[in-house]
């Protein structure tokens, strides 16, 4: 094993978080990841890693290791991406993360867009609304809709969206219109709880401090589709993210309560893991999806 193999093994012990993860994505055996990182920490006369029976964390050394080989590795498949012509024109696949709705209605389009331009490139777009580990999942990009950690990711915004309490013009005739956040205890709740969303509402009250509401629901679903369904059909009260709802707000289906007390906008960012020598297909599509995403009106509208 020469030396830019046993640093690429290395990357993929970082990446995983463990020897048998590296050793099931690399395609090696476990006793054969552990000898080439014990070999590595002979050469160089430092521990890399932490073990323990499960996982293991990088030492100092290993973290700096692990960012100069990232730099290499990648020097090594642009050169080679860019003898071979993938420089010259994109291809190859592409693999995209998305939330689910947002993805649908957004994110896909573009998509499409793109591999109508570019006939040397496949997509697979994964739509799902939790947050996947782009190096553990093979994800090129990803779209996310969060305050982001700082972390090895490269992000580029996009625009911010906001939470907002909506219900239906049926629904406010009949039971009044909630003037404050207190006042939702006396009204339909329509619940939509999954691992990013609980039974407490959080707004921001007119002094600027931050305050959580519980709220007691009628009815409860795991989609926001759904939620944003009973909405409309007059159910109750519902808190959703004003992308999901935009359409159905513009065409007054749908109408925005307790405004003054909304929280600050949620940013939207495209992320992925590095931004040095990509190969050309995943650069083709930020320049290509980018400016197209900072458009959308249901990204521009919010940011304020």
Same mark, same amino acid.
């Given at each position: ?70 730099? %290499?590795?990648?020097?090594?498949? /642009? ?20 939330? %689910?709705?947002? /993805? ?8 499409? @867009? ?8 496949? @997509? ?21 809709? @969060? ?11 996009? /625009? ?33 709880v999954n691992q990013a969303n609980g039974p407490d509402w959080r707004f921001q009250a007119l002094d600027g401090s931050e305050r959580e509401v519980r709220v007691s629901a009628r009815f409860q679903v ?13 159910r109750g009260i519902a808190h959703v993210l004003s992308y999901q709802v935009a359409d159905d707000m513009a065409r007054g289906r749908l109408v925005r309560l307790l405004r003054p007390f909304e929280r ?41």
């Amino acid at each position: 094993m020469d030396r830019l193999d046993r640093l690429t093994l290395f990357l993929a012990i970082a990446d995983a978080g463990s020897l048998v993860a590296a050793a099931r994505r690399t395609g090696r055996s476990p006793p054969v990841v552990t000898r080439v990182l014990g070999e590595l920490e002979a050469e160089l006369g430092v521990r890399l890693a932490e073990r323990t029976t499960r996982r293991l964390a990088l030492t100092d050394a290993g973290m700096r290791l692990a960012e100069h080989a990232r730099r %290499l590795t990648a020097d090594f498949d /642009g050169a080679m991406h860019e003898v071979a012509g993938e420089g010259a024109a994109p291809r190859g696949r592409l693999r995209i993360s998305a939330p %689910l709705t947002f /993805g649908r209605l957004h994110v896909m389009p573009i998509v499409t @867009a793109f591999l109508e331009s570019n006939p040397h490139v496949t @997509a697979e777009l994964s739509l799902d609304d939790r947050p996947v580990d782009l190096i553990e999942e093979g994800i090129d990009v990803a779209l996310r809709i @969060a305050h982001l950690d700082s972390g090895t990711l490269v992000a580029r915004r996009v /625009g911010a969206v906001r939470r907002i309490v909506v219900a239906s013009p049926r629904y406010l005739k009949q039971r009044g219109r909630p003037a404050a956040p207190d006042e939702l205890a006396a009204h339909d709740i329509v619940l939509f709880v999954n691992q990013a969303n609980g039974p407490d509402w959080r707004f921001q009250a007119l002094d600027g401090s931050e305050r959580e509401v519980r709220v007691s629901a009628r009815f409860q679903v795991n989609r926001a589709e759904a939620a944003i369904d009973a909405a409309r059909d007059g159910r109750g009260i519902a808190h959703v993210l004003s992308y999901q709802v935009a359409d159905d707000m513009a065409r007054g289906r749908l109408v925005r309560l307790l405004r003054p007390f909304e929280r600050p906008p949620i940013p939207v960012h495209i992320v992925f893991p590095t931004a040095r020598l990509m190969a050309p297909r995943v650069r083709a599509f930020l320049d290509f999806a980018v400016p197209r995403l900072s458009c959308l009106k249901v990204l521009r509208s919010e940011g304020t």
